[in-house]
């Protein structure tokens, strides 16, 4: 069975850095693009970041152009989202997931795969 395990957030001041990783199981990786999503409490899931299945192109969300970066390790199965500068603004639970391609920061046919997340606090 698929299973995807989100893990690296915590507690962060702002302007400090966290790296997230997200390591696949039961499903061939480099056959997906893989996105990164986050929700906040009382917010819908949004895109964060896409990248393709070999890591050629990448895709950010605005607030995050310039401060995170999207990679991937298929040797390893894993994703991984670097996180630099952090802002108030982008404390949630963070998710990862896996399409068909990238459209812009979401996913093309997004498999219902889905970890539980891993939390990010930022402190000002």
């Known amino acids: 069975q698929v299973q995807l395990v989100e893990s690296g957030g915590g507690l962060v001041q702002a302007g400090g850095s966290l790296n997230l990783t997200c390591t696949a199981s039961g499903l061939t990786f480099d056959d997906y693009a893989m996105g990164w999503f986050r929700q906040s409490p009382g917010k819908e899931r949004e895109g964060v970041s896409c990248?393709?299945?070999?890591?050629?192109?990448?895709y950010y969300e605005d607030s995050v152009k310039g401060r995170f970066t999207i990679s991937r390790d298929n040797t390893k199965n894993t994703l991984y989202l670097q996180m630099n500068n952090l802002r108030p603004e982008d404390a949630a639970i963070y998710y990862c997931?896996?399409?068909?391609?990238?459209?812009?920061?979401?996913?093309?046919?997004?498999?219902?795969?889905w970890g539980k997340g891993t939390p990010v606090t930022i402190s000002s």
């Open positions: 990248i393709t299945w070999n890591g050629q192109r990448s």
């Open positions: 997931s896996a399409g068909l391609g990238c459209g812009g920061v979401t996913l093309l046919a997004q498999a219902d795969y």
